[in-house]
């Protein structure tokens, strides 16, 4: 008998209990994370985004990468470390972030000095969160994401295409050796269920299927 698809109402236990949905800014993640938490009526885990060293970041103010990823790294912490991973959920948990997607940014914006003290806090959080049952990773390019960028008026427009792209490069080697979950890769390069109903439709639709180790799905591309 087929697995059962979790936008059903199987015995908990057959299907996903904690869903996690990753990718760059501006990618979808929050937006698919109300959707897929409106269906399963489930508990939102949203990732923080107040800190009050990114402004100093983005004005390349010495330091201030150490201390905006140190504030994101403990604020997740504490996000996450609510959720007892000794527990039986009673609602299927949905985030539109993974713990380790902080380590990614580490490497990107930390010198190996800084590294050096942030992984030794790092390792010690990890060891302390429940992981994920299933990670969505909303995959895209550089130009794909400047393009939903021309549509937003926030302070992230000031971020080059070329930080943009290391992020999304950074991203995609990330996952390519992501291993400690099921996975599910989601192409969102040629599509935009944000904006289109039938793209939306369609991915609802995979994710009606279960997911097992790590599958990618390509949407059919849209008029």
Known sequence: MPPTAFFGQPPLGTR???????????VGKSRLLNLLADRLHGRRIL???????????????????FRAQMHFLVQRFKLLRELDSAASYTSTIISNFIFEKDKIFAFINLNDEELRTYEQYFSFFLEQIPRPDLVIYLQTTTEALLRRFEKKEHFELEISSDYLNEVIKAYDHFFFHYSATDLLVVNTTETDFLER???LHELLHRLEQPVKGTQYYLPLKTK
């Open 16 to 26: 996903p209990q904690y869903i996690a949905i990753e990718g760059p800014i501006h």
């Open 47 to 65: 990732d923080c985004t107040d800190n009050p060293f990114l402004n100093d970041f983005y004005n390349d103010r010495p330091g201030a990468a």
């Open 197 to 199: 109903n039938e793209d």
